[in-house]
Antibody, heavy 122, light 109 residues
């Protein structure tokens, strides 16, 4: 059974930093591109970033470019999101999601975690 | 302001057929696959339709997707109370982003 479990969400002050983690199990992690998607309270979904199976390609939403860094450790079946210079508008539930395409990138998400809540507030 | 445009709300009675639209542009829907997600209250989103019109295993055939030009649609036939949820369309955009619609809240009357 595919499982994605996010962790690391906390309350942090504006300008602060945070690292989110996503532990994957139930599939061959290094076969898949992985994504982060977020949802502000009461709002819609917003794609944040993706990383290819080998970490060689990364893409970011304009809203986080230059502040967030996505990475992965295939030996640990883990995905990460380093978040710097946090702003109040970064407050959201952050989901880890698996890309639909094995050995490629389909830009769709077939499995999602339950999310970890990041609150940026003074 | 979302890149893909969806109606904020839709409604229907049990057994009815409901359609949710998703409008984009040549850089997203017009040249890439469309995906649809269902988000039940308090839960993570779930993949409903992939590659414009394909259903993952376990998704009832009451759900169907279509795409024409720069627009796409999700149709739900035989509406049931458990279909009450938020629905999102999404696509890759050639500006190197995944873009979502703003979401449609479906109410089963």
């Amino acid at each position: 059974e595919v499982q994605l479990v996010e962790s690391g969400g906390v309350v942090v002050q504006p300008g602060g930093s945070l690292r989110l983690s996503c532990a994957a199990s139930g599939f061959t992690f290094d076969d898949y591109t992985m994504h982060w998607v977020r949802q502000a309270p009461g709002k819609g979904l917003e794609w944040v970033s993706l990383i290819s199976w080998d970490g060689g390609s990364t893409y970011y939403a304009d809203s986080v470019k230059g502040r967030f860094t996505i990475s992965r450790d295939n030996s640990k079946n883990s995905l990460y999101l380093q978040m710097n210079s946090l702003r109040t508008e970064d407050t959201a539930l952050y989901y880890c999601a698996r890309d639909i395409a094995a050995a490629g990138t389909g830009f769709g998400f077939d499995y999602w975690g339950q999310g970890t809540l990041v609150t940026v507030s003074s | 302001q979302s890149v893909l445009t969806q109606p904020p709300s839709a409604s229907g009675t049990p057994g009815q057929r409901v359609t949710i639209s998703c409008s984009g542009s040549s850089s997203n829907i017009g040249s890439n696959y469309v995906y649809w997600y269902q988000q039940l209250p308090g839960t993570a989103p779930k993949l409903l339709i992939y590659r414009n019109n394909q259903r993952p295993s376990g998704v009832p055939d009451r759900f169907s997707g279509s795409k024409s030009g720069t627009s796409a649609s999700l149709a739900i036939s035989g509406l049931r109370s458990e279909d009450e949820a938020d629905y999102y369309c999404a696509a890759w955009d050639d500006s190197l982003n995944v873009v979502f619609g703003g979401g449609t809240k479906l109410t089963v009357l």
